[in-house]
T-cell receptor, first 114, second 114 residues
Framework: DAGVIQSPRHEVTEMGQEVTLRCKPISGHNSLFWYRQTMMRGLELLIYFNNNVPIDDSGMPEDRFSAKMPNASFSTLKIQPSEPRDSAVYFC????????????FGEGSWLTVV | AQSVTQLGSHVSVSEGALVLLRCNYS??????LFWYVQYPNQGLQLLLKYTTGATLVKGINGFEAEFKKSETSFHLTKPSAHMSDAAEYFCGIIRGSTLGRLYFGRGTQLTVWP
């Protein structure tokens, strides 16, 4: 079975450029999460969608960050404009939705902003 | 506020020795607790989880964890470490007040010496 699919796996971009990270959750899962991992801050939950609706975006660091989920099989995380401090690994994860269910992670998108 | 505290950012053991990774949580209601493992340059993979029922939970690769409400702990153990266990381990919590959101501790890097 296909897991959570993220693209691109690696991206290097210049400061000020727009970055779009993409995620395809596991089919049938109705919860989707975006996480950011850095050495300084560890794993941070950025935003949580349930049934395509953003439920909690309190972890989104700044207005430069935005996330959308136009349908059940696709989500994007956009950074505009990007800054060097945005360099991190961004993970998308999905789950069937009930709180005790396992949350499945993608392989991550490794972003470097120079 | 930090919901999960992992004691020790680095743990080193010899091959064949006991592995003990510590996790303490804070929650006013019974939580759901998770342990995930992350190998280099990969996403997170579920090791085990506690939702309800038996407090001793067995997971993959010989790991187990025990939910101790009186100690607010969910420590991860493995009787005999293997070289392939070297990875970073994350304790996670879903609390009733933030239903659906999985929050992680800062992680513990496990090194296994031959």
């Amino acid at each position: 079975d296909a897991g959570v699919i993220q693209s691109p796996r690696h991206e290097v971009t210049e400061m000020g450029q727009e970055v779009t990270l993409r995620c395809k959750p596991i089919s049938g899962h109705n919860s989707l999460f975006w996480y950011r991992q850095t050495m300084m801050r560890g794993l941070e939950l950025l935003i949580y969608f349930n049934n395509n609706v953003p439920i909690d975006d309190s972890g989104m660091p700044e207005d430069r960050f935005s996330a959308k989920m136009p349908n059940a099989s696709f989500s994007t995380l956009k950074i505009q404009p990007s800054e060097p401090r945005d360099s991190a690994v961004y993970f998308c994860a999905s789950s069937p939705g009930a709180p005790g269910n396992t949350i499945y992670f993608g392989e991550g998108s490794w972003l470097t902003v120079v | 506020a930090q919901s999960v505290t992992q004691l020790g950012s680095h743990v080193s053991v010899s091959e064949g020795a006991l592995v003990l990774l510590r996790c303490n949580y804070s929650s006013s209601v019974p939580p759901y607790l998770f342990w995930y493992v992350q190998y280099p340059n990969q996403g997170l993979q579920l090791l085990l989880k506690y939702t309800t029922g038996a407090t001793l939970v067995k997971g993959i690769n010989g790991f187990e964890a025990e939910f101790k409400k009186s100690e607010t702990s969910f420590h991860l153990t493995k009787p005999s470490a293997h070289m392939s266990d070297a990875a970073e381990y994350f304790c996670g919590i879903i609390r009733g007040s933030t239903l659906g959101r999985l929050y992680f501790g800062r992680g513990t890097q496990l090194t296994v010496w031959p």
